[in-house]
């Protein structure tokens, strides 16, 4: 067997280290070791989401596939020859998951017991696909049910509604899950095509953490991962070029919820792919909405106290193949003071907001946060991976935490924040006695 | 009552202040997670006992708004206090839970545990108290709060389906109530009366604490002592287990919303308990029905028959009762309703292959095993046990489960009693 080229992570502070190779065949394969745990945690992932559905073929020509074909496959995936994959992995007693992102699918299992035997059954599935007429039907029917599920969730509802406000021509838009209609128009075929290229070693990860030795570790994935040959041609994704402005101000729907729900989203149009400069901008955008709409700040004490929204108000904010977008929502009797309170609040409150003192006590809060979350397998595993595909590793936030300055955070917020760019969704209480 | 000889999970101490605290030290956690267990009936009072942390949150005497409060926490490298309400079987309890990053990991040295402890004491027993009552301001504000979770409750329909089950089954007994409490109670909850009560309750009631991280117990129990120094009168100890109640005819219940999918809850009873002789069976039919992705529900109502993305089943076991639940379209309802009580009918006769026996047996014991690094499950989990005189012991349990034949299965779905369908639909 080739000796592989391990490099070694590590972090003082935390006192963690992982330990990283990539094998011939172009798979990328991480270890954190965690001694005296009972759980071993392994996830399997690739970087392709529900964004991914232009990207060129083997013959370099370029593919268009139906909306919400990667969660489709990760579906069917679990189908296998030898039966369904979640059976198989329950006998050995371990329970085996798998979700689906903008970005990214991964498929994952947790065991004690038997770890081996579900690592191998892990790699086996996820690297010999069998995609068959009957169980693409079978599966249609279910995702459907599952599509159906999230339209009754408002949550889900007003989020997907402001994505679809923010952009016009960009998949973000677009449901993770596809539509009824999207996905009627998948097979065996298109499953192929994406699996190929999707799924082909080079864009991959297998991050396993646990109590386990390394070398029998990646003795064993490097034994049992299928050999493969450089992808033929160029393996670009495509994305559509979004305009400056969003594409709908404003947009609501009726439902049978007690209080009404709004979202505010501002659309950046242009957003680094990778690297560091990406995982700043995020960071900065994070703590700077925490800093303004967080509930320590003065805009969320008078919002709050004035009684127009009903609890916390929640932001986000991610960009993703090329755009980015920030969000503020809550929960409120007085839908029609939105988004006017807030935009009027953003001018008003956005110097104070990032006072050094406010500023410097929300850094030690990211920290925390930060240090906090290694005490789970789950984060240590998905948090690397996901950073990974960004070219970045997740040891370094700490520094680029501590790094962060006032008035990069101003500039970045100002920017970010621009009220010609802003757009907001809401989910309205059904009128009663309809 | 089952005799644990494993080693404990907890190291206890029994405090002058009349708190219980249990201590677990282990080596694998960077944050030091708090939990305080403040315990009660089920009774009249249920809607001002969730209101009570509510009020809490709002302010102490030191740190007397939300701000401020939060401000502190930030400053604590964003320690999370929180606290929440729930039900185990016909008792009420309120935890309060802090959960702070330990030292050890930061670049700095601080002694933050100590700091944080001192939080959770002011938040729970040192409210912002005015003229001999909770701030007017604050308690109607969180009255309106509390009235808009609680009509919320009706957005997730998963949730609200089985609350409506929960409520149709147990309309006679104190497990009707929601551990939110009631619009009807709420209205008439005055803050001078709220604190009254709550001083009443919070002074008597049994008071559990839990600590779990990279800490060494003495210093923890010292540092507990210093900070919960107060003297409490004599507690007022919580009313026995709730007796089991008989199933009578099957009660059928629809209610018509405007939504994409219909919601169908079945609600059974058992009456089996922690530390009863059929507890471990119980589990185990429960894997084998609807617990997992290998079991009976998810392969016949989702897998074969395409019917539902969700077919699952789950045990409450201090009120003893199981459910079943799917969401399916509405003109499945009655394949639905027939797939799932066809199936525990199935395991009643027996028919549990040798596969479904060995995966549900498999999947239980890794999931207790991997319980071990669950440091919040393995707290709510010894909880609960303690309610019913006895303590987790994860390793009893393995012991226990495996010695489960399919015969006990099959007699444990005998003794379930079909009580209530609940549909949602269309």
């Known amino acids: 067997m080739t000796r592989l080229d391990i490099e070694k992570l590590s972090n003082s502070t935390l006192k963690e280290e992982v330990y990283r190779a990539t094998l011939p065949s172009g798979l990328g394969i991480s270890f954190c070791p965690k001694p005296g745990f009972q759980k071993r945690y392994a996830c399997y992932s690739t970087r392709f989401g529900s964004i991914d559905n232009e990207f060129s073929g083997a013959g370099g020509e370029l593919l268009r596939v139906p909306d919400g074909i990667a969660h489709f496959l990760e579906h069917t995936l679990f189908e296998t020859p030898e039966g369904n994959a979640s059976d198989l992995f329950a006998l050995n007693g371990a329970s085996a998951n798998a979700s689906t992102s903008f970005t990214q699918t991964t498929y994952l299992f947790a065991a004690s017991d038997k770890f081996w035997d579900s690592l191998g059954l892990l790699i086996d599935f996820v690297e010999e696909p069998c995609f068959q007429d009957d169980k693409v039907e079978k599966e249609r029917g279910i995702i459907e049910q599952e599509i159906k599920g999230y339209d009754d969730n408002p949550g889900w509802v007003s989020y997907r509604g402001l994505l679809g406000n923010l952009f016009s021509e960009h998949p973000v838009r677009i449901d993770i899950a596809g539509t009824v209609e999207t996905i009627a128009e998948i097979d065996t075929a298109t499953l192929q095509s994406c699996y190929d290229r999707f799924y082909h070693p080079s864009n991959m990860h297998l991050f396993v953490v646990g109590d386990l030795d390394r070398e029998e570790l990646f003795d064993f994935i490097a034994g049992r991962s299928r050999a493969a040959e450089a992808l033929d041609g160029a393996f670009e994704r495509k994305y559509p070029v979004e305009s400056a402005t969003v594409f709908k101000a404003e947009g609501q729907v009726e439902m049978d919820v007690a209080a009404a729900k709004f979202i505010l989203g501002f659309k950046e149009p242009d957003a680094p792919l990778a690297g560091e400069e990406l995982v700043r901008r995020e960071l900065l955008s994070d703590l700077g909405l925490d800093l303004l709409f967080g509930s320590s700040s003065d805009l969320f004490r008078e919002l709050y106290e004035k009684q127009l929204i009903h609890d916390e108000l929640w932001s986000g904010y991610d960009a993703l193949g090329g755009v980015a977008y920030a969000m503020v929502g809550g929960d409120t009797s007085r839908p029609e003071e939105f988004p006017g309170r807030l935009l009027d609040g953003i001018e008003r409150c956005l110097g104070e907001a990032l006072s050094r003192d406010n500023f410097e006590r929300k850094k030690r809060q990211f920290i925390g946060d930060f240090v906090r979350r290694f005490s789970s397998l789950e984060f240590i595993a998905h948090g690397f991976t996901t950073y990974l595909f960004r070219d970045f590793d997740l040891f370094s936030l700490i520094d680029l935490i501590n790094g962060l300055d006032r008035e990069m955070l101003e500039e970045h917020l100002v920017s970010l924040l621009d009220p010609a760019r802003h757009s907001v969704f809401k989910v309205l209480p059904r009128p009663q006695g309809q | ?426």
């Open chain 2, 1 to 426: 009552m089952i005799q644990n000889n494993n080693p404990p999970i907890f190291e206890r101490f029994e405090l002058d202040s009349g708190v219980s605290l249990s201590v677990n030290s282990n080596r694998k956690l960077k944050n030091i997670i708090v939990k305080m267990f403040v315990m009660a009936d089920l009774d009249e009072g249920y809607t001002s006992r969730s209101l009570v942390p509510m009020v809490l949150r709002r302010g102490t005497t030191r740190l007397p708004d939300m701000q401020a409060l939060r401000r502190h926490r930030e400053s604590l490298y964003g320690c999370a206090l929180s606290s929440s309400v729930t039900k185990v079987g016909e008792w009420q309890v309120v935890v309060f839970s802090l959960d702070i990053v330990n030292e050890a990991f930061l670049p700095a040295k601080e002694s933050l545990f100590e700091e944080g402890l001192e939080l959770l004491r002011e938040l729970i027993f040192d409210p912002l108290v005015q003229d001999g009552a909770f701030s007017g301001e604050y308690v109607e504000r969180e009255k309106e709060f509390l009235g808009t979770n609680i009509r919320s409750l009706v957005d997730d329909k998963n949730e609200y389906s089985i609350r409506r089950c929960t409520e149709e089954m147990c309309s006679a007994e104190p497990y009707r109530r929601h551990e939110l409490g009631s619009l009807d109670e709420l209205d008439g909850i005055e803050p001078a009366g709220l604190l009254d009560f709550y001083s009443d309750w919070s002074s008597r009631a049994p008071l559990s604490l839990y600590v779990c991280g990279d800490v060494d117990p003495a210093r923890v129990r010292d540092g507990v002592d210093g900070v919960f120094s107060f003297e409490r009168p004599e507690q007022k100890p919580l009313s026995a287990l709730p007796a089991v109640v008989e199933a009578g005819e099957v009660r059928e219940v629809r209610e018509q919303f405007e939504v994409n999918q219909a919601r169908l809850v079945l609600g059974f009873r058992h009456g089996v308990r922690p530390g009863d002789d059929a507890y471990e069976a119980l589990a185990l039919l429960n894997a084998v029905l609807g617990g997992f992705a290998h079991s009976k529900l998810f392969q016949n109502v989702r897998e074969k028959a395409s019917l539902a993305y969700t077919a699952r089943s789950w045990v409450e076991s201090t009120k003893g009762l199981l459910y079943m639940a799917c969401g399916i379209a509405t003109e499945n309802y009655e394949k639905a309703l027939e797939i799932s009580l066809d199936q525990l009918e199935a395991i009643e006769r027996g028919e549990i292959s040798e596969g479904e026996f060995d995966a549900s047996l498999k999947t239980i014991i890794n999931q207790n095993r991997m319980l071990e690094d669950n440091y919040p499950a393995l707290v709510g989990g010894d909880f609960v046990w303690r309610l019913h005189g006895g303590e987790l012991d994860l390793d009893g349990l393995r012991e226990r489960l495996a010695k489960v034949g399919r015969d006990d299965i099959s007699a444990a779905a005998a003794t379930l009693r079909h009580d209530t369908t609940y549909f949602l639909h269309s």
